[in-house]
């Protein structure tokens, strides 16, 4: 119970963090079967600390924790720690609004959205380094997301064709859980501006609305799939969904968006 953050490492194997500081992963077979589970803390004495975004990229994981504001990087192979570091951009977060989407750009840039804080610009709070927050952790560009109606971000993915897809939730008394899928151009990103996205899906009604807050992209072209992951709260009336939605289209891959110009030294990429 409790997940959050969802990354792809390999065909059907899913890595995915959790509320209480956990690394799990799992292998989903062609039926629906689960197997090759396994668990176990970030690091010791994390537990209870509330990871709620992940990234894999190479031969590393970054973890986001939105509690502590910090982002830990692992070795992929042996899944220890290796470096950690909080950026002093974050620090002024709200507890339980902090990081809750993040992802590594092409280039090597990460992109992070706050779930709770409040950008400059009344929008929610988002961060754009210039490379590794772990080796560069003041190189960062500060702007404003523009969520509108969709809710807040609970986690974003990189698209084939270069742009972003972001996943937002929104919950009310009478209509319960709504997700909104939604499609950002990262070139578009600029120091101190609002960013904004067009949406691309809704998800509510009882069969498959929950409280997603993982997300990730597999495939490409007519084989694109989106896999949404929701977090139960450990709440035995919520449901852990692992949904995966063919896009038979797919995204527009001849339309590839330029890079985003973050300031930074070059060695942070």
């Given amino acids: 119970g409790g997940l959050s953050g969802l990354a792809l490492t390999g065909d059907r194997r899913f890595l995915m963090t959790g509320d209480r500081g956990s690394l799990i992963g799992i292998t989903l077979a062609p039926g629906g079967a689960v197997r090759d589970i396994a668990i176990r803390p970030l690091l010791p004495g994390w537990r209870g600390i509330d990871s709620e975004a992940i990234v894999v990229a190479d031969t590393r994981i970054w973890v986001a ?16 720690p290796v470096d950690r570091v909080r950026p002093r951009a974050m620090r002024g977060w709200p507890g339980n609004g902090g ?20 950008g400059r610009a009344a ?21 404003d997301y523009d969520a509108r109606d969709m809710g807040r971000v609970t986690d974003a993915a990189l698209l084939p064709d270069g742009r972003v897809l972001l996943l937002h939730r929104k919950v009310g008394p009478l209509r319960g859980w709504r997700s909104t899928l939604a499609i950002a151009d990262p070139a578009a990103i600029g120091a101190g501006a609002i960013w904004r996205s067009e949406p691309l899906a809704r998800i509510a009604g009882y069969a498959l609305a929950e409280n997603y807050e993982g997300l990730a992209i597999s495939g490409s072209g007519a084989a694109t799939r989106i896999w949404l ?9 919520q449901r852990t969904l692992l949904l995966g939605l063919d896009w038979p289209q797919g995204p527009r891959t001849s339309e590839r968006p330029r890079a985003p110009r973050v300031p930074g030294p070059s060695r942070c990429r």
């Avoid at 809750?100 to 409040?118: K, Y």
């Avoid at 929701?230 to 709440?235: C, G, L």
């Fill in 123 to 143: 929008g929610t709070a988002a961060l754009l380094f210039a490379g590794d927050p772990i080796a560069c952790p003041d190189a960062v560009t500060a702007f």
């Fill in 65 to 80: 924790s939105e509690q502590r504001h910090d982002i830990l990087r692992l070795s992929a192979s042996e899944g220890t």
């Fill in 229 to 237: 992951l929701s977090d139960d709260n450990f709440n035995g009336l």
């Fill in 99 to 118: 990081a809750e989407a993040m992802l590594r750009l092409p280039d090597g840039r990460f992109l992070i959205l706050a779930e709770g804080a409040r």
